[in-house]
């Protein structure tokens, strides 16, 4: 009789991430698969979850400034960081490039939500 293996994919959801933990603690599993399509790419450990969960707000705003200023070069956008929640403030002129910054911002451990705000004036 063959077990069902839970699997997660690279860049899955957090509310996906998230019943992936609950599924881990109820059925005392240290680690989950995490498939490319078929292809294995990693491994989720609860190790994992917990550095996830456990940054600080400063630690997540750090980061996202880091990641930012390799990307543009220079600090121009206001950042604020409340329980994992990243607002930026910018004048955010061109869509892409608030795609971009979103996505960038998202990637960094820790995030649990990114909101652009739009200067205006």
Do not use: K, N
Not at 5 to 29: C, S
Not at 70 to 94: C, E, K, M
């Amino acid at each position: 009789m063959a077990t069902a293996v839970t699997t997660v994919a690279p860049g899955a959801d957090v509310a996906d991430v998230a019943d992936v933990a609950r599924m881990m603690l109820a059925r005392h599993v240290r680690s989950v698969p995490v498939l490319d399509g078929a292809e294995l790419v990693g491994m989720l450990t609860r190790g994992d979850l917990l550095r996830i969960i456990a940054r600080d707000d400063r630690a997540i705003a750090a980061d996202v400034h880091r990641r930012l200023a390799a990307y543009a070069g220079r600090p121009r956008w206001a950042i604020s960081v409340d329980d994992g929640a990243v607002t930026i403030d910018d004048d955010f002129a061109d869509e892409v490039e608030r795609h971009v910054v979103t996505a960038l911002v998202q990637a960094v451990p820790g995030v649990q939500h990114v909101r652009t705000v739009v200067r205006t004036g």
